[in-house]
């Protein structure tokens, strides 16, 4: 059984920074895609930023120029670096993880940023 464990969530004042970190329990290069989702209080679940098979990146348009995503093969740790957060940010952030047709997920981290 895969698991995704999240770290890194937290209380943060608007325009501040936080870094989230994923560590999965089998190396990150077996998955076809990988990366983040958050959903907000009655809102769906949304795509934040994920790597695509081949290393290639999605982000969502309200993140961009502000998320970054990265990783460490050595460490099956992905990472998503946030500066800049505005109270629309504030969601349960989830690690995700695709492979084979399976979809893993974590079980989340609480990002609330304070305006």
């Known amino acids: 059984q895969v698991q995704l464990v999240e770290s890194g969530g937290g209380l943060v004042q608007a325009g501040g920074s936080l870094r989230l970190s994923c560590v999965a329990s089998?190396?990150?290069?077996?998955?076809?895609?990988m990366g983040w989702y958050r959903q907000a209080p009655g809102k769906q679940r949304e795509l934040v930023a994920r790597?695509?098979?081949?290393?290639?990146?999605n982000y969502a348009d309200s993140v961009k120029g502000r998320f970054t995503i990265s990783r460490s093969s050595a460490k099956n740790t992905v990472y998503l670096q946030m500066n800049g957060l505005k109270a629309e940010d504030t969601a349960v952030y989830y690690c995700?993880?695709?492979?084979?047709?399976?979809?893993?997920w974590g079980q989340g981290t609480q990002v609330t940023v304070s305006s």
């Open positions: 995700n993880g695709v492979s084979g047709g399976n979809e893993y």
């Open positions: 089998r190396t990150i290069s077996s998955f076809n895609a």
């Open positions: 790597f695509l098979i081949g290393g290639s990146t």
